[in-house]
């Protein structure tokens, strides 16, 4: 029992509370992290730095000290250092300032891992308190204030915030940052907050303190009375609560009263103590009266009452003031320095109108717009100091009994001065920067009752805390003279807490009963959000060395060493151990000392069980007045589990003689096996891989008797009770009780009737069975009828004990014994396990109902004697009863049956699925870890849950929709195959052997769910399940990809809309929005890092994104024009009514009959069913916009998409689809047509060129099939064709340019495909003459290998069409060496194409001449 420190309250989101006050400093350190990384939340120490390395004035310290001190790495900086920092005395508020700003931390309480109640300090508020400029906090208190409920018993009611600023400005303020009362006391900055409240006499004649405030200024002390500023606090809250309330304004309240003393007589001054009010004794009093009045002085005979403070600082280090309180008359010693003993107090008019605060609104404005009036302070002279003109005092700390007073300094001392006799008692040195805190300790009960002073008031015990940053070290001192009796290790960096106050508003009468809930120090350590506070035993402060308490101590220490030493004797320890527990005479450390023991892993179960009883027998033979009740106790119940313990350890070494009896259970169990075989064959080979484990973590790790100890407990009427603990500690338990027996190497019996002897509850011994069977599943797949049977023969002998199954249970309803296997396996992820569990108690269930059922018909041949000795007029009756009794069972009988079977189906669906998810997915795909399931996980994901499995699965198993599709309906087909009958078997039984395993496996769990994963169902879940992940990591483009594929695979148009309207408002329309502004500003296709920054995608995924968007809304305008009437996928432009009926009928949803039960949210096709329709033109708008994006991005062509539309077009965009609004009708500009005619014929262009680089630039024909994606797909003309249609653009046109674009790139059999589709030919045929004649001047004046017939050729040209094909560019062609039976064909054409009266007719002639000819003299 030595000193102890211990976590109480722990603080949540620290760092939020740095963050926030430390925000223009991390701003800081975000512009400079390129200087250096490390000193990201490191503040400016050069202060206290150069003040511990500059040692000339100072006195020097020890070099071990400073390497002590030095700062360990990868510790938090002090942030907390540079904040204001103030814990109610009841631990429920911290308040933590910096600057302007501060946060506010509440008590509350959470449930943690282990199920324990903790209590954690967590954010209420945070703001801004200062409301001048310029003004900083630079002290904080928080005040407690007692309730004035009768119902009270010593918890606070509110607790006030006090705050002093640089202003002089001291500011109250409720636990939600309301500020009540605010007031200038005097124009310095406040140094110091500090209060004192009422404390309960321990001793007769002891001065009773009164409750006041001190506010410390740098030459002025401020005191508050505390029943007057109680009383003003209350009547703010009360009226800030009314004002609120009424939605009305707070007035304002009047000025609090005060006593302003203007402290003289010292240089400077850092802190203060107000040690109360005080009396000099009539020794003390004619001293000072000689010293000072001389030898004539006189004295009167009642020496006054003095307020003493004691104040720290410089020139003198430590002064003392007394100031006289009321009006008495000032002693003659005390006339020079009491000059004035009328107090200069600020005090307030409170006969009228002090409870409501009645004031008129003008005086009300008058009064804020004065500048507040400071009253002068009444000068006060100290009484005397303690000189030392070198050291300078930092911070002092007074001590509960108001007596003593801990000064730290400069110097790194702590002083501990007498402040009756005004002298320095102790000193200690070495404690730079420390900070003090006083613990005072109430002697206990018990060892006051024993004692021959028991009459007496219980002693207390004083004791200092000093905790020294530095060195890291909390260090606790008895006093006055005492030793050093703690000392604990904490981090650098940590905070001591000490208010040295309690309640505000407790007097001697409200106090009476009470029991203050208060701590007293309490350390903050800012690296982990621990709060800590210290516990002292009162015999650390005795210093008697034949107190039987410290003899004591020192036997339970030696035994601690011993225990700790690793290679003691065992026969040592058993003699050591049994030595020091008889010698102890306090049952308290007597009952610690033999807890240690029984904790001890090292001492074995022998040494354990002799010692504990030998210590009960002893206690024995003591007389029963001197006996601890609790301690006999203790040593009983261990003594009874530790013969449990070697029971159960001999029977586990022993031989299994029970023989299994083969009944028709057993039998029936067996067929049950061989049909779930081949499952449980295929889930262990997916299960159970090589992994590597530790030995430490292994289920045949013995459990050890300490183990086993504080598992188990003994209640008062001797049964054994298993507290549950960590399932680890629960599974090993279970382990050691039971895996012998379903080994078969421990005899099941007499395990179990050890186990009943005992006392054990049959529910916790049916739970540890079950929780060790479902563990080892592993284990029990390897042999599974061995260990079934042995199961078999452990749950009917457990069903069998006292208390398992009530003899009065209704047949009508559930086993509650039975129940709880069920929940068991419902519960457990382990799917082969629970389900061969469940086959083993659904006939150990059956058996044990049959016989209950038997023993009850034995019973009737008994009472049908019975029935022959009564009446006759009465034996029907009594018939009727017996018959209905016996139909009563067997319908008992059929609902338990009832509810096994459900259970079994469940279980067999379950571990089909968990088979399929076990597979393992291909190396490098994303989804994460497999997700163990089981029936409840399954129940409770509703209807959808199991959908939602599989479609996780699939894209983990990277399926492609084609080949889930595939799979499906092989399924269909297979089914077909089954209904028709014949010849079906040999086939189907090659197709199964055939198939992939993943197909096969998949194919089974669809079989086992034919309605929750119906085709329609997975394809819509595997479209969300895609498009969820793609939301994720956006730049995976293919995850939208296959969503969208998915989402074309589903047959119902009704789910298809749904899914694809929650997948557009949902994930796809804020991108795209994004997209469509960041196009918008750039002009043109944008790069990399802008689509990072504004879209959070790359360029490449972008275009991959806007490609799927598109896809998406063609589904939905298809979709559309399905369901509603008379409306095609065409036809749309006039179309803008969403509400007509609809011609297919919604499809209804069902899930399997043993699944009915599931309950939570609803699936994804239940909400796409849920979705409104969409409206089509504006589906159709975005679908353009859409369009517009991909192509650009495609192509890279400069557009700005959004200023293709007019204002009506642009307010339609990005809105809800199911909404109608306002659409572009009519004709439209005629520049903005032409900005779109150039677009589309800029993306013509575009995919020309790049189809050009597989058929120009390569010798593959042309007839060769474009790809279905990307810039080269062939469906971009018509797409372009679509786009110009509905954009007002003449499609003619755009023909025209792509068959020219053909021609131009040397495409000519393409050309003549799209030609076909050219309606006006005249025009088209002027055009390409143009481009026949730049391939003709390109083959006679501008090609390099000239023929001597193209010169002659030439010659005899026209002289018209020579200078016509001299002013032709070639340059314009991006392919000129085209063949001269490609031109000749185009002449050909074009003669076809332009009329007779054409003006260039005949130049076309010309140009076929001069062509055949060329054609000719190449041939020859």
């Not at 900086?77 to 700003?101: G, H, Y």
């Not at 020294?468 to 001591?496: D, H, N, S």
């Not at 960041?1078 to 490609?1107: H, N, Q, W, Y």
Request: include cysteine; glycine fraction near 6%; hydrophobic fraction near 40%.
């Amino acid at each position: 029992m030595s000193c102890s420190l211990f976590e109480f309250c722990r603080l949540q989101e620290l760092r939020t509370v740095r963050d926030f006050l430390f925000q223009n400093q991390s701003k800081e350190s975000l512009e400079e992290k390129n200087q250096t990384e490390e000193n990201e939340l490191s503040w400016d120490t050069s202060d206290w730095e150069s003040g511990w390395d500059n040692g000339d004035n100072k006195e020097e310290e020890s070099t071990s000290l400073s390497k002590a001190e030095e700062e360990p790495p990868g510790q938090s900086q002090p942030w907390l250092q540079d904040c204001v920092v103030s814990l109610s005395p009841c631990a429920d508020l911290l308040v933590v300032a910096r600057e302007q700003k501060a946060v506010f931390l509440s008590a509350k309480w959470r449930t943690d891992q282990s199920g324990r109640e903790e209590m954690t300090l967590a954010v209420s508020w945070s703001g801004t308190l200062s409301t001048e400029e310029g003004e900083s906090v630079s002290s904080v208190i928080a005040i407690p204030l007692a309730s004035q409920k009768r119902s009270s018993t010593g918890r606070p009611d509110w607790t006030c915030i006090v705050v002093g600023f640089t202003s002089g400005y001291v500011r109250f303020y409720t636990e939600s940052g309301v500020l009540l009362l605010a007031q200038l006391l005097h124009v310095d900055p406040v140094l110091r907050l500090k209060c004192r409240t009422y404390e309960i006499p321990r001793h007769p004649g002891v001065t009773e303190q009164h409750e006041e405030l001190s506010i410390l200024y740098p030459a002025a002390l401020v005191t508050i009375d505390g029943f007057s500023l109680f009383q003003s606090l209350r009547a703010c809250r009360n009226q800030v609560a009314r004002a609120a309330a009424a939605g009305s304004d707070v007035v304002p309240p009047p000025p609090l009263a005060y006593k302003k003393w203007g402290l003289q007589e010292m240089d400077t001054i850092v802190d203060h103590s107000s040690a109360g009010v005080m009396t000099l004794c009539v020794f003390d009093q004619m001293k000072n009266a000689s010293i000072l009045g001389g030898f004539h002085a006189s004295v009167k005979g009642s020496p006054p009452a003095m307020s003493q403070f004691v104040t720290v600082g410089s020139g003198p280090y430590t002064g003392f003031y007394y100031a006289v309180e009321g009006n008495s008359q000032p002693l003659l010693s005390h006339v020079a320095l009491a000059v004035a003993s009328k107090l200069t107090s600020a005090l307030f008019n409170a006969a009228s109108g002090w409870l409501g605060w009645n004031k008129n609104k003008s005086e009300e404005e008058a009064a804020q717009k004065q500048k507040p009036k400071v009253e002068p302070a009444t000068p006060l002279g100290i009484r005397f100091g303690l000189p030392d003109s070198r050291r300078h005092g930092e911070s002092i700390c007074l001590s509960p009994c108001n007596t003593l007073a801990g000064v730290t300094d400069d110097f790194g001392r702590v002083a501990l001065l007498d402040l009756a006799r005004g002298v320095t008692i102790r000193m200690w040195k070495g404690y730079r920067d420390a900070q003090l805190g006083w613990l005072q300790v109430q002697e206990e009960r018990g060892d006051r009752e024993f004692s021959p002073s028991a009459s007496l008031p219980r002693r207390h015990a004083l004791f200092l805390i000093i905790y020294t940053p530095r060195r890291g070290i909390l260090e606790v001192w008895a006093m006055q003279r005492g030793p050093r009796v703690g000392a604990f290790t904490v981090g650098k960096y940590c905070r001591l807490l000490y208010a040295g106050y309690h309640l505000m508003g407790v007097n001697s009468v409200t106090s009476q009963g009470w029991q203050l809930h208060t701590q007293q120090v309490c350390l903050l350590d800012p690296t982990t959000g621990a709060l800590r506070t210290i516990s002292i035993p009162f015999h650390l402060a005795l210093s008697d060395k034949k107190n039987e308490r410290a003899k004591d101590m020192h036997l339970l220490k030696r035994l601690s060493a011993v225990l700790k030493s690793r290679d003691v004797d065992p026969d040592a320890l058993e003699r050591e151990a049994k030595s020091a527990l008889l010698e102890i005479k306090h049952p308290a450390i007597k009952k610690q000392a033999l807890e240690s023991l029984l904790s001890n892993k090292n001492a074995p179960v022998s040494c354990l069980t002799n010692v504990t009883s030998a210590l009960h027998d002893a206690l024995k033979q003591q007389e029963a007045d001197e006996v601890e009740t609790s301690l006999l106790q203790l040593c009983s119940s261990h003594l009874k589990l530790l013969q449990l313990y070697t029971d159960i350890q001999q029977l586990q070494s022993a031989a299994n003689t029970d023989v299994c009896s083969q009944n028709d259970s057993l039998e029936g169990l067996e067929e049950e096996l061989s049909r779930v075989e081949p499952t449980l064959q295929r889930y262990a080979q997916l299960s159970f891989k090589p992994s590597v484990s530790f030995a430490q973590d292994s289920p045949d790790t013995p459990l050890s008797a300490q183990a086993f100890l504080t598992q188990l407990e003994v209640t008062e009427d001797g049964r054994v009770k298993v507290n549950r603990g960590s399932d680890a500690e629960w599974n090993q338990l279970g382990n050691f009780l039971f895996w012998g027996c379903l080994c078969g190497k421990s005899p099941t019996h007499k395990v179990c009737d050890t186990l009943q002897l005992a006392g054990f509850s049959p529910q916790q011994l049916l739970s540890l069975l079950m929780s060790v069977w479902l563990q080892r599943e592993k284990e029990v797949l390897q042999k599974p009828v061995e260990t079934v049977k042995q199961l078999y023969t452990l749950l009917i002998a457990l069903s069998n004990m006292e208390g398992a199954v009530e003899e009065s249970w209704d047949p009508q309803s559930v086993s509650p014994w039975w129940q709880q296997v069920r929940l068991t396996c419902i519960q457990s992820h382990n799917a082969a396990a629970a389900l061969l569990a469940a086959l083993v108690a659904h006939c150990a269930a059956k058996t044990s109902i049959t016989s209950r059922a038997d023993s009850k018909v034995e019973r009737l041949p008994a009472n049908m004697e019975a029935i022959s000795q009564v009446p006759s007029a009465e034996i029907p009756t009594l018939r009727f009863s017996a018959v209905f009794q016996l139909q009563s069972e067997w319908e008992a009988v059929s609902l338990e049956l009832e509810q096994w079977v459900v259970c079994v189906r469940q279980l067999e669906d379950m571990l089909v699925l968990q088979a399929l998810l076990l597979v393992p997915s291909p190396q490098g795909t994303a989804g994460g870890a497999v997700v163990q399931c089981s029936i409840k996980t399954l129940l409770e994901g509703g209807t959808g849950g199991i959908a939602d499995s599989v479609s996780k699965w699939v894209f983990r198993q990277n399926i492609t929709p084609e080949r889930l599709k595939e799979i499906l309906l092989s399924k269909e087909t297979e089914d077909e195959k089954k209904q028709k009958g014949d010849g079906g078997g040999a086939e189907e039984k090659r197709s199964h052997e055939e198939a992939d395993r993943t197909a096969e496996l998949l194919l089974a769990v669809c079989q086992r769910f034919p309605d929750s994963l119906s085709p329609d169902l997975l394809f819509a879940h595997c479209s969300w399940e895609y498009v969820v992940q793609w939301n994720k990591d956006p730049e995976e483009a293919r995850y939208f990809f296959s969503a969208v594929e998915h989402l074309k695979l589903i047959s119902s148009p009704h789910i298809q809309l749904g899914i694809s309207s929650m997948m557009w408002s949902t994930f796809v329309v804020k991108r795209f929005s994004a997209a469509a502004f960041l196009m918008e500003k750039v002009g043109k296709a944008p790069k990399d890092r802008l689509c990072r920054r504004d879209v959070g995608i790359g360029d490449k995924a972008m275009t991959s994104f806007l490609g799927c968007c598109v896809q998406l809304l063609q589904i939905l305008m298809e979709v559309t024009g399905i369901l509603v009437r008379n409306q095609s996928s065409l036809s749309f432009m006039a179309f803008y009514a969403d509400s007509a009926m609809e011609e297919v009928r919604a499809p209804e949803l069902s899930v399997e009959e043993v699944w009915s039960g599931a309950e939570g949210p609803a699936s994804i096709a239940q909400l796409a069913l849920e979705q409104r329709g969409v409206h089509y033109p504006l589906v159709q708008h975005h679908w353009l916009l859409a369009s517009i994006l991909h192509a650009a991005m495609s192509f890279t062509v400069k557009v700005k998409p959004l200023s293709q539309f007019d204002s009506k077009g642009k307010n339609a965009f990005f809105r809800d689809l199911t909404t109608i609004q306002l659409m572009p009708s009519g004709d439209m500009d005629p520049g903005l047509v032409s900005l779109r005619q150039e677009f589309l014929l800029r993306v013509l262009t575009g995919w020309v060129q790049a189809i050009d680089d597989t058929f120009c630039s390569t010798s593959l024909p042309a007839s060769t099939p474009l790809p279905s994606d990307g810039p080269k797909a062939d469906w971009w003309p018509s797409l372009c064709i679509d786009l110009g249609s509905l954009l007002q653009v003449n499609p003619d046109i755009l023909r025209r340019h792509l068959v020219c674009e053909l021609y131009n790139q040397g495409l000519d059999l393409r050309a003549e495909e799209a030609m076909l589709q050219v309606e006006d030919k005249e025009v088209l045929g002027s055009q390409l003459l143009v481009l026949t004649g730049q391939r003709l001047s390109y083959s006679l004046l501008h090609s390099q290998n000239q023929t001597q017939a193209a010169m002659e050729l030439l010659a005899r040209l026209p002289p018209t069409l020579c200078t016509w094909l001299k002013a032709m560019d070639p340059s314009e062609l991006r392919c000129p060496l085209v063949s001269l039976s490609k031109t000749s064909r185009l002449v050909s054409r074009l003669i076809e194409m332009l009329p007779e009266n054409h003006a260039q007719y005949s130049l076309a002639l010309h140009l076929l001449e001069a062509v055949d000819v060329l054609t000719l003299s190449a041939e020859g």
